[in-house]
């Protein structure tokens, strides 16, 4: 999967460059012209390294990863909250790249929980039919995701958010209980009349 080079590093660098793509996100410009570095790195080239699906607070981490819901969380502190029509952008946007489900994956971003302020039903079935579109390519995936307990694992067991926006469509917690996987997920969506 190709994934933009600034989304790869030390915690600290990542979280320096994920602040800047926010600050010109407020200017007004999309995320994808955000980015300084156009650059994109193929996490299967790779040998080390993990697809981190949690905002940590250890910014200790002196090894380089794909720090990928550092983005959220500058957009977060760029505008107080992820209810705002620049963070729906962001989202719209980035539900079109292989990558970018992996931006909202923690639900302790809240992108895809409702707020006092915001109900974003519309936000999880965009975010379900991007992950469909996507679920192969994370299953086909080398690098190891990193769940917001610091566990390693797949993309189905890291990935916070989508059981969360699950739950909150109604999915019953027994079956949230069982192991996700492409095909587990698309029955669930059928079953949701997605």
């Known amino acids: 999967m190709l994934v ?38 193929e996490t299967e080239t790779l040998s080390s390294g993990y697809l981190n699906l949690f905002t940590h607070p250890d910014i200790s981490i002196a090894q380089s990863h794909f720090h990928l819901t550092l983005l959220p969380a500058a957009l977060h502190e760029r505008f107080g909250s992820v209810d705002g029509p620049e963070c729906d952008a962001v ?34 079935r965009r975010y379900f039919a991007a992950v469909r579109s996507f679920a192969r390519g994370y299953e086909r995936e080398s690098l190891p995701f990193v769940d917001n307990r610091g566990r390693a694992g797949s993309f189905w067991e890291a990935n916070t958010a989508l059981r969360a926006a699950l739950r909150a469509e109604g999915v019953s917690a027994a079956d949230l209980a069982r192991p996700l996987s492409a095909v587990r997920f698309e029955s669930i969506c059928r079953t949701l009349g997605l």
């Open 4 to 41: 933009p080079v600034a989304l790869y590093g030390r915690y600290t660098d990542v979280r320096s460059r994920m602040r800047k793509v926010a600050e010109k996100v407020a200017a007004g410009k999309g995320v994808g012209e955000s980015f300084t570095d156009r650059r994109t790195l």
């Open 91 to 124: 989202f719209a946007e980035l539900m079109a790249l292989p990558w970018g489900p992996l931006v909202f994956a923690d639900e302790k971003d809240g992108f895809l929980a409702d707020s006092l302020v915001a109900e974003h039903g519309d936000r999880r």
